[in-house]
């Protein structure tokens, strides 16, 4: 069964930058498109930003221009580049398949923007 983890989350002012990390169980990252989710209270999980396996990018307008999404298939690991965080970035972040979640998901990482 496929387990993916999450981390590089953390408390940082506007303005500022976070790596997060993905790490899957088996060498699944690169044979699917995959995906960073961000959860806030009260709102349904939203997909940010979206890699496919062929290579292709796709951001939520709202991640546009600051977020970078990135894969290392030898570490079979997926990264989620956060430049220029505004506090709307505040939420826990996942990754998984997307458009279609390929596992459970994972515990997630909480990222926090504020000075």
């Known amino acids: 069964q496929v387990q993916l983890a999450e981390s590089g989350g953390g408390l940082v002012q506007p303005g500022g930058s976070l790596r997060l990390s993905c790490v899957g169980s088996?060498?699944?990252?690169?044979?699917?498109?995959m995906g960073w989710y961000l959860q806030t209270p009260g709102k349904q999980r939203e997909l940010v930003a979206r890699?496919?396996?062929?290579?292709?990018?796709e951001y939520s307008d709202s991640v546009k221009g600051r977020f970078t999404i990135s894969r290392d298939n030898a570490k079979n690991t997926l990264y989620l580049q956060m430049n220029s965080l505004k506090p709307e970035d505040t939420g826990v972040y996942y990754c998984?398949?997307?458009?279609?979640?390929?596992?459970?998901w994972g515990q997630g990482t909480q990222v926090t923007v504020s000075s």
């Open positions: 890699l496919t396996s062929s290579g292709s990018t």
């Open positions: 998984n398949g997307a458009p279609v979640p390929i596992a459970d």
């Open positions: 088996i060498r699944v990252l690169s044979a699917n498109d």
